[in-house]
């Protein structure tokens, strides 16, 4: 993986550098302030020194088994009576054991709701209340702090 997919196998953390044929093109960008945010995927591609997009921590999904669990110990004896496929409520109290919770990917660590402030300061992130604890593991996952950085 090292030889073929180095970039998507996470191996380029040492390599930030610029693309040699837009070198000047990369320094020109990143002196205009804004505009490397401006071009951010030509210069994410081509201008990853001149841009410092190195530098910047990303969003990484949750580590694996800390983001899903089951809420309520009957889990198992519900899916072996076939509730994991009818019960919109296993969604909440058996995600792990009915196989429905997934980490976010990487791509998907972003808040989807306007209130996960809010819902932040009034203590919901840490809540171990099942309905809560699903809302902002579905909608708050950038505010919650369930993504966690990962530097290149």
């Keep these: 993986m090292r030889k073929n997919c180095p970039k998507s196998?996470?191996?380029?953390?040492n390599e930030c550098k610029d693309?040699?044929?837009?070198?000047?093109?990369?320094?020109d960008i990143a002196a205009t302030t804004g505009l490397c945010e401006e071009q951010k995927k030509f210069t994410q591609e081509h201008c990853a020194l001149s841009c410092k997009w190195c530098e910047l921590p990303?969003?990484?999904?949750p580590i694996q088994g800390t983001f899903c669990r089951d809420?309520?110990?009957?889990?198992g004896r519900w899916k072996?009576?076939?509730?994991?496929?009818?019960?919109?409520?296993?969604?909440?109290?058996?995600?792990?054991?009915?196989?429905i919770c997934?980490?976010?990917?990487?791509d998907?660590?972003?808040?989807?709701?306007?209130?996960?402030?809010?819902?932040?300061?009034?203590?919901?992130?840490?809540?171990?209340?099942?309905?809560?604890?699903h809302e902002v593991k579905t909608n708050c996952l950038e505010t919650c702090e369930f993504c966690v950085?990962?530097?290149p």
């Design 9 to 13: 196998c996470g191996f380029c953390f």
């Design 19 to 27: 693309d040699p044929e837009y070198e000047e093109s990369c320094k």
């Design 58 to 61: 990303t969003k990484k999904a």
């Design 71 to 75: 809420r309520d110990v009957n889990c």
């Design 80 to 99: 072996s009576l076939g509730l994991c496929d009818r019960n919109p409520q296993m969604t909440i109290y058996c995600g792990l054991t009915c196989d």
């Design 102 to 106: 997934k980490e976010p990917t990487p």
């Design 108 to 133: 998907k660590c972003f808040d989807k709701a306007e209130n996960c402030e809010d819902m932040k300061k009034a203590g919901f992130c840490n809540s171990t209340v099942p309905t809560v604890e």
């Design 149 to 151: 950085p990962e530097l």
